[in-house]
């Protein structure tokens, strides 16, 4: 049985709990949580021991699942590794460039399995197109979210960008070229809504917008490439090919055009999307890649890209401020 302890029981870390109950092959061992009172309510309803130090729920697990705030992911993982601890850490990987770069290196020198939660790779509207052959070649994005003062110890870029960064750079296999950005710090010290454009080597384009001072909820992904377009849709787990019709394609819902080369057939296509539970899935997948000795699912490194990306934004929004 695997032991695990995880850090940081708000409000995703009890949806880790819940989980972790439901996988097989794991003992949860107990947790750590600096809040006396949220401490006491986690204890009692999961019937599982508080520890009183990170130290020691480190010293009696073999891995550690942190999900508190980003400002504290450096220290408990670099703790964790030092320990000989496999990780999994929540979104975004730390707080600083120093402290992601830190992190890798701690990473690789240890013989650890460390894992970052973007959770979206797992979302099943994304996992429908594990089929297809994706090289988008323009990139729209929306992803809005209402206000929560929970988050907003760092940007709207840390806090919800860095979840379309991480696909964008997973499914785009070129070097960033430029990137220009605007941000608005509206509600909270740090932007909470920002438009950004990513160009790439390759001429891919990237236009995201993501904001958590919106009315409604929205989280779609939109993308371009020769013969198709694909809808993602993250929130409604719902997906949608439009492409040029193929022999291969069969039921789908076709309808011909005339364009300037002759008749062309077009295919609309759901593809099937299946019921999945995201944050099991990604925490399996941490088991896994303990048990079987092979790379997780998101390594160090993805998560340090992301942050490098969504940190060059920042730049380019805190050049544009006005101090
Ligand atoms: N993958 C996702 O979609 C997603 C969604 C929400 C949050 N997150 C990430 O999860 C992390 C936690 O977010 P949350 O919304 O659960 O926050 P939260 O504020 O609800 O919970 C954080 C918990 O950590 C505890 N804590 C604070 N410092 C601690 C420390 N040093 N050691 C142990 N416990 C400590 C707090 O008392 C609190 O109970 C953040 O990094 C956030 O970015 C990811």
Redesign the pocket.
Known sequence: MLKIGV???????KIHLNNWAAIEGVKLIGF????DE?AKIVAEKYALPRFAT?NELLDACDAVDI????T??F??CEAAIKKGKHVFV???LANTMDEARALVKLAKEANIKFQV????RFNPAFLALKNMALQPMFIEVHRLAQFNP??TD?SVIL?LMI?DIDIILHLVKSNVNYISANGVAVMSDTPDIANVRIEFDNGCVANLTSSRISMKKMRKMRLFQKDAYIGIDFLEKKTEVIKLNTPEDKDVFTFDIETNNGKKTIAVANPHVQEVNAIKMELEEFKNAILTNTETAVPVVDGFRAMEVAHQILEKISKKTIH
Request: aromatic share 4%.
């Open positions: 850090i940081g029981a708000g409000h995703l870390g750590c949580d600096t809040d949220n990170t999900v508190a705030p980003t504290f992911h220290e408990l929540e979104k975004p939660g973007h959770v979206e929970r988050g760092v806090d979840h």
